[in-house]
């Protein structure tokens, strides 16, 4: 659902990008009404921005004559996190990401300086990141319920597809979202297992949010409690490794995911389990 502030912007969005639109186009696009789209235009007009309505048949609502909006001015390091954002949105596992990115560089670079759009082109056009591992799902549609649901303490009912076809239904406290090897995963309290666990988002089917909140712990990372979660999977053969190091220095040097590291006497000691 588009707030009526959205739609406003949209209707600009539609003029800048198209020059003329006739009130039926822009209508059907909104998905309003004619009165309704005729408030967003004066509101508009309210905030200073000239639009020309065309009477008649063929009528069609247009901005006035050589009106831009005033160039959005970045540092260059601003400029830099927008470019690698960008990069980096087109493989980390969003559907759709390729031309959602391609528009928003698109409008970005039509409000920016000259020389600062050449930039951020460049960076576009040379820049790869090596994300190779995605696996994107079929929509967005997970993503945006979850992570809604996680800013705002809000509980969801979950449809879940387990890796062996299993469909199952469970309530869920989304804590947060993680990424990592490529994949997505929702991280938080589920009250079928009465624990917490970790669910990839490309194996999530329905998200229904539930009239209840919940207290997310205190400073819950996400991503911390998934390296664990990777970390004390059973293996089918038992690992323990002594490394002749303190703690700190063997999580910050190796992998979380490898097993679980405890302080010893004659240094850290890395434990990965095997099948029970």
């Not at 059907?28 to 509101?43: C, F, N, S, W």
């Not at 000239?50 to 048949?57: K, L, M, N, Q, T």
């Not at 920016?112 to 951020?120: A, E, F, G, S, V």
């Not at 469909?167 to 938080?188: H, I, K, M, N, S």
Request: glycine share 8%; charged share 20%; hydrophobic share 40%.
């Amino acid at each position: 659902m588009y707030s009526p502030t959205t739609r406003v912007l949209t209707v600009l969005e539609l003029l800048q990008t198209h020059g003329r639109l006739s009130g039926a186009e822009l209508a059907r696009r909104l998905e309003v009404d004619g009165r309704t789209l005729r408030r967003y235009i004066a509101k508009l007009e309210d905030l200073g921005i000239p639009v020309v309505a065309e009477r008649g048949r063929y009528g069609c609502y247009s901005l006035v004559a050589g009106f831009k909006l005033p160039p959005m001015m970045f540092t260059d390091d601003e400029a830099l996190a927008l470019s690698i954002g960008l990069v980096a949105a087109r493989s980390l596992g969003l559907a759709e990401a390729a031309p959602a990115v391609q528009s928003a560089q698109a409008k970005l670079e039509r409000v920016m300086p000259r020389n600062l759009k050449t930039r951020i082109r460049a960076l576009g056009e040379t820049v790869t990141l090596d994300l190779s591992r995605s696996v994107t799902p079929g929509d967005n549609t997970a993503l945006l319920a979850l992570s809604a649901a996680a800013h705002g303490w809000q509980r969801v009912h979950l449809s879940y597809c387990a890796a062996d076809g299993e469909l199952t239904e469970r309530d869920f406290d989304p804590y947060g979202l993680a990424y990592r090897g490529g994949r997505w995963y929702a991280v938080g309290l589920c009250h079928l297992r009465g624990g917490l666990r970790s669910f990839r988002l490309d194996r999530v089917q329905q998200v229904q949010p539930l009239n209840a909140v919940f207290t997310p712990p205190t400073d819950f990372n996400a991503v911390q409690h998934l390296a664990l979660g990777l970390a004390t999977i059973p293996r089918a053969t038992s690992v323990r490794v002594l490394l002749h190091t303190d703690l700190q220095t063997a999580q910050r040097e190796c992998p979380e995911s490898i097993g679980v590291f405890q302080p010893t006497e004659a240094g850290c000691c890395c434990t990965a389990r095997p099948t029970m």
